[in-house]
């Protein structure tokens, strides 16, 4: 597994996030590769969820949040002023740390992302494609129009990632999709990342390190410095960094030293 | 061991005794407040019941024996008129025949127009639903004492003909269908007018508005807005919709007026001012409420503010908007010192038929019963007070149904 065989699909060159005043992360640099699963991981509050969240604007919601530095996605600046945000997030996916449906039915949840965005083909197969894809479609096939809440977490977090798959995205952000599940509906989304991995680039942030571990091809160990912004310390593949991390500090961090 | 278990029983009964007697005081003293409340709507009810039901001592003009052998309800259209022909002179009939044809008019309708044009019954004496039931006897007495030629009759002041019958001004006779369709076209017109207005403000305020001074002085001004008198807002209504909004307010610029201003838009333009702010705060309440993971999602699927909006946030607030503008329209419903400011009649017999008609509304016609001297509008105001109680309830579980419908798509 090397990465010179991958073109970068998500450039980011000297990314600083700013909520108001505070610096909440400090001159990151990182490249993203093609069809790898990125984990991000690091202690509370370093910032890792804020730029997983730089990756498709979803920041532009927070009031006072505001950046410096360009994220190129196939080498154009998302962050230019002739980008529209919301064609970003249709090709930059995104799954969230709660599983979050929409209090409507399972085949609805899957078809209102698709219908919004334009998607004119056969709307029953486009769910039974993304359910299988997203290794839901046994459980739920008799029961589509069943209220999506009344699925199980790890249920309902399949059911968000199906969504997100529905929209056709070339990305799929994961912002600590696990951290809500037991071990079993995890292990199960791990796998799943694993399958997706072949048509889609995965990043994912997670405090759980065995997962980064287990799950990961490319690991980045985010830390905070003294001003309390997050910083990037290293970058690798996830054999690499678990090891034999180059830095110190992540050296401290994996071996449980610290965070 | 021994010791410590000493120890710990010493402690064990605390302050218990004072904490329960203190918890037993604030108890009793929340059942109280419970209490209190409870037993005012229950004396409520029962002193307008007590007034919208009794006997009454009621002498005919005409006996009804006397124009047929048979009761009226029972005879045909044309004894009827027969009946009416015979028994009134011929200018008054011709007078009834201009105002409505008798050819065309229903059974019910003649039975009507003959009871109120020969036999003219008149209430000479009417009691509240309590001595009615304890003490007939003393009822029946006082007929026979005082009113030989009379009748004592159960009467129930609310009854069908009471509900369809237009205004008049003979307590017998009198119906409120005139101030009953009154208060539903105000009601309707203020909620078309309201309802939108106010939930698109609400939107603005909570989706689209930064958090700057402007905003956050807007904000307090529409929650002082909800506590403000409401003559104030009838003073306002007065200044704009009645007076200066005249072409408009009185159907002049489309050729009708009738009115000079004083109509049902006028009375629903100022009633949608009176509760916008309290359709905008609960609706800003309500979309407050949405969890943000919602709208995160939409947002993370590609979708627009706009879609974000209308098809999540709005359905997911929508109970909560609803049970707002219940409580708005309660209070519309209820309003009278606004309407008296903006012209509403004290006595109109005549039908509303659109937005530019003259009106008058249940609150303003029980107000004007219960100041008359004859006792009898009493017993008018207190049937009265109940259709618009029933009114009320039924509007409140309408938009119930119509809340819970939505409810249960989100939790179903």
Redesign the interface.
Known sequence: MTENKNQPIITVKDLSIFYKTFRAVKNVDLEIFENKITAIIGPSGCGKSTVLRSF?R?ND?I?GASIQGNILFHDKNIYDEDVDP??V??MI????Q?P????KSIYENIA??AK??GFSGNMDDLVEKTLQDAALWDEVKDELNK?A?SLSGGQQQRL?IA??LA?KPEIILMDEPCSALDPIATLKIEDLMRELSHNYSIIIVTHNMQQAARASDMTAFFTMDEDRAGVMVEYGLTTQIFTNPKNKQTEDYITGRFG | MNKNNSIFESRAQGNLKKRHRVSKIWRSSFFLSTTIGIFSLVILLFSIINQAFGYVIVENNVDPASLSSMPLQSLEREELISILQENVSKNRFKTIQRDNPVEELKRSELVGLVTSEIIKPTTLKSYFLIPSLTNKAEIIRTQQDEFPNAVVQFRSWISPSFLTDPLSTNPDTTGIRTALLGSLWIIVVTVIIAFPIGIGAAIYLEEYSSNNWLSRIIKTNIDNLAGIPSIVYGLLGLAIFVRGLNLITSGAFIGIDQSNGRTILSAALTMSLLILPLIIINAQEAIRAVPSSLRQASYGLGATRLQTIWYHVLPAAMPGILTGTILAVSRAIGETAPLILVGASSFINKDPSGLFSNFTVLPIQIYNWTTRPQAEFRNVAAASILVLLIVLLTLNTAAILLRNHFSKNKAA
């Open positions: 498709n979803m919601f009031p919301v064609q997030r249709r996916g995104m799954v969230f709660k979050n449906p929409f209090p209102w992302g919004m965005n209220n809440l968000c969504r997100a929209v």
